[in-house]
């Protein structure tokens, strides 16, 4: 273990394969909150996931009884509107390939959708792409348009199997126009590092608990926070040796790193 738990004052952490597995709660929730809460550590929760609106993910995260306001969930179309707040004004024209939750979020901003002018065209995963959707936006990027991809997730798993990510729709986009979009969600930094913002903390008195080691633990250790692997998703411990960005602790679940939390 490469982290004195006892160091830290701040907790970000991944959704699906840590707190939830599909419909299954993962063991230590809700416990886990409460330990947190009745030591004053605040904590966030950071998934790529741009479909809902963090707004939309509260009902959804206070179903496992965790204490939670919009503010505490950073998503990767959150990211998205926050990143193009300091680069484009308010009433640029975009084009947003995505959900009806990721447009919103982009709107609330004051960008206005426009296929025909768009200076911006955002691409999240889409369950209602379509070849026009895919045209407009290659055809606005080709004619100088920014290119951003809220995250790079190739798939993204449904009960029954995986479906087309967020990634998979940005590579069509890519390969048509020859442009290199920018990313989002993690592992890129920008996520961590308004998830530090919010959190109010230093990198290195914050704990990144995630599932998977090439988004959750590499993107958390380019920004120099301390991480936690749970082998309740993706990888496991087999898996860490060949990875990028090894964790500084794994432990089984929350529940386990509960325990181990207050020795
Ligand atoms: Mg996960």
Do not use: C
Request: no cysteine.
């Amino acid at each position: 273990m490469n982290v004195d738990l006892h160091t830290i004052r701040a907790v970000a952490l991944d959704l699906d394969g840590v707190v939830w597995r599909g419909e299954e709660r993962l063991p230590g929730v809700p416990q886990f909150f409460t330990f947190l809460n009745q030591r004053g550590i605040p904590y966030v929760f950071l998934t790529n996931n741009s479909t809902r609106t963090p707004a939309e993910y509260v009902p959804k995260i206070g179903r496992y009884a965790i204490p939670v306001h919009d503010h505490q969930v950073i998503n990767s179309g959150i990211v998205t509107a926050e990143a193009m707040v300091k680069n484009y004004p308010s009433g640029t024209p975009i084009y947003v390939v995505g959900s009806e939750s990721l447009a919103a979020m982009l709107r609330a901003r004051g960008y206005l959708i426009d296929p025909d002018n768009a200076q911006v065209v955002v691409v999240g995963l889409d369950t209602q792409m379509t070849y026009e959707k895919l045209t407009i936006a290659g055809r606005r990027i080709l004619a100088g348009a920014a290119f951003i991809g809220t995250n790079a997730d190739a798939t993204f798993p449904v009960p029954g199997g995986l479906t087309p990510g967020a990634g998979s729709l940005i590579a069509a986009v890519q390969t048509m126009t020859g442009h290199k979009p920018l990313i989002m969600g993690k592992p890129q930094p920008t996520m961590f590092e308004i998830a530090l913002e919010r959190l109010g903390a230093l990198p290195e008195r914050t704990l990144m608990i995630g599932d998977r080691l090439d988004t959750d633990i590499l993107g958390a250790a380019g920004v120099s926070m301390k991480t936690a692997l749970v082998l309740t998703g993706i990888s496991h411990r087999e898996d860490i040796p060949r990875a990028q960005a090894h964790p500084d602790l794994v432990t089984e679940n929350l529940e386990t790193l509960m325990t181990q939390w207050a020795l």
